[in-house]
């Protein structure tokens, strides 16, 4: 149970390692950093962004650094690039159900869906 997450580079074909995400919880428009931490070389945070007793019935942003991501990794990206950081807005309905939520990348799409 609790919250995860996972990136996977569709350019590349593999985990985001290295990118750098930040979770928030969201009221209305207002937003409250909870942590920031860098995806593993799984392209996964290390832990839990929550367990199963912290995490709460609300609203939640993942923020994901994609185009400092991609430079990173030697994409050469148009100024202004086209994704510069990806966030995403979702709600926790139910605690006693896990809550993942993937994102796939390039540096010009994305897609999510709420996994298991």
Do not use: I
Request: charged share 15%; aromatic share 12%; proline share 5%.
């Amino acid at each position: 149970m609790g919250l995860s997450t996972h990136v996977l580079d569709t350019m590349h074909g593999g985990p985001a390692a290295g990118m750098e995400v930040a979770l928030y919880t969201t009221h209305g428009d207002a937003a409250t950093l909870v942590k920031r931490f860098t995806l593993n070389s799984d392209g996964r945070s290390d832990g839990p962004l929550y367990d199963n007793n912290s995490l709460k019935v609300g609203t939640y942003r993942l923020v994901f650094d994609v185009a400092s991501y991609f430079k990173a990794r030697g994409v050469k990206l148009p100024e202004p690039n086209f994704l510069n950081k990806v966030s995403l807005d979702f709600g926790v309905a139910h605690t006693d159900q896990h809550y993942h939520v993937p994102l796939l990348v390039s540096p010009w799409s994305y897609s999510t869906y709420r996994g298991s």
